[in-house]
Structure formats: C-alpha cells, structure tokens
Nanobody, 119 residues
Framework: QVQLRESGGGLVQPGGSLRLSCRAA????????FAWFRQTPDKERELVAS????????DYADSVKGRFTISRDNAENWIWLQMNSLEPEDTAVYFC????????????WGQGTQVTVAS
C-alpha cells in the first residue's frame, strides 16, 4: 500500500505558476505509476498528467500540454506537478493518485489540494 499527501495548492492570478507536491509513504514507490487528477463540482474527474514507473514517460491531457509538467523522484518518494501559464479553467481540486503495477485503475488517492486561478 501507499499513502499520498498533496500540498502546494492556493490562489494564483491568471498567467501565474504553482507547483504541487505529493509525498508518498509506503513500500515499493518505484513500482507505481503516478498521476494527477483534477475535479470541479460541475465536471467529471479529469486525468491531467501521468508518469510511468521509471519517470521517463509522461502523458498529458490536451488542455494542459505545454503548460504542465509532471515529475517524480524515486529515491525520495515525491511526485510534482509544475503548472505554468495558469488559466481560470484550471481551477479545481487536484488529486495525486497511484496505480499498482499490473493494475488498470488508480487505487490509491490523496486528499486533494485546492487550486484557484483568479484575478
């Protein structure tokens, strides 16, 4: 099992940047694929970015490509989401999630951190 805790959310002006952090506690960190999801009250949960176990391959939602970067540190058990050129549409609760090796679904979730983009 792995426990996830996000931090780094807050209020930022349009065009600004934020860096979300996710600390993972548990065993075999390098065996998990990690992702960031986001959700608002009026939309379904959206997969924003994911990163493979090695950290060499990342995928992004079209809405954030070129603006967001996901990364991980397998030695220190951290996952980050660097968010640049933020837009009001990026306002959401952001969740860190982990998928066990060989599993199809993300089965471990953090509690979420609020990101609000407004002037």
């Amino acid at each position: 099992q792995v426990q996830l805790r996000e931090s780094g959310g807050g209020l930022v002006q349009p065009g600004g940047s934020l860096r979300l952090s996710c600390r993972a506690a548990g065993r075999s960190f390098a065996m998990y694929t990690f992702a960031w999801f986001r959700q608002t009250p009026d939309k379904e949960r959206e997969l924003v970015a994911s990163i493979d176990r090695s950290g060499r391959t990342a995928d992004y939602a079209d809405s954030v490509k070129g603006r967001f970067t996901i990364s991980r540190d397998n030695a220190e058990n951290w996952i980050w989401l660097q968010m640049n050129s933020l837009e009001p549409e990026d306002t959401a609760v952001y969740f860190c999630a982990a998928r066990s090796y060989g599993e199809a679904d993300y089965d471990y979730w953090g509690q979420g951190t609020q990101v609000t983009v407004a002037s």
